[in-house]
Nanobody, 120 residues
Framework: QVQYVESGGRLVQPGGSLRLSCTASGFTVTNYAMTWYRQAPGKEREIVAVMSRAGDNVVYRDTVKGRFIMSRDSDNNTVYLQMDSLKPEDTAVYYC?????????????WGQGTQVTVSS
């Protein structure tokens, strides 16, 4: 059974930092490309960062480049998102998910997400 448990989100002031964690179960994160998403109130869910299956390449959305770093820990089957220089527009619920083949129903599974609020 695929599950994701995201954590680490909280209220933080602009310019602050957070590290989000996503611990997966039911599969091995090093066997799939992994993605961090976020969804702000009233907006569509968007991709924040995508790590290749090999873990040697990460693509970031332009608005977070130079501020966010995605990493993974195979021992703990966990992916991380280090977020620095946070801005109010980073406020959202953050999720992680594996890049399943389109025909794979496991692609419909999401975790509960973790709320990040950037505000003074």
């Amino acid at each position: 059974q695929v599950q994701y448990v995201e954590s680490g989100g909280r209220l933080v002031q602009p310019g602050g930092s957070l590290r989000l964690s996503c611990t997966a179960s039911g599969f091995t994160v090093t066997n799939y490309a992994m993605t961090w998403y976020r969804q702000a109130p009233g907006k569509e869910r968007e991709i924040v960062a995508v790590m290749s299956r090999a873990g040697d390449n990460v693509v970031y959305r332009d608005t977070v480049k130079g501020r966010f770093i995605m990493s993974r820990d195979s021992d703990n089957n966990t992916v991380y998102l280090q977020m620095d220089s946070l801005k109010p527009e980073d406020t959202a619920v953050y999720y992680c998910k594996a890049a399943w083949p389109k025909s794979d129903m496991r692609g419909n599974i999401w975790g509960q997400g973790t709320q990040v609020t950037v505000s003074s």
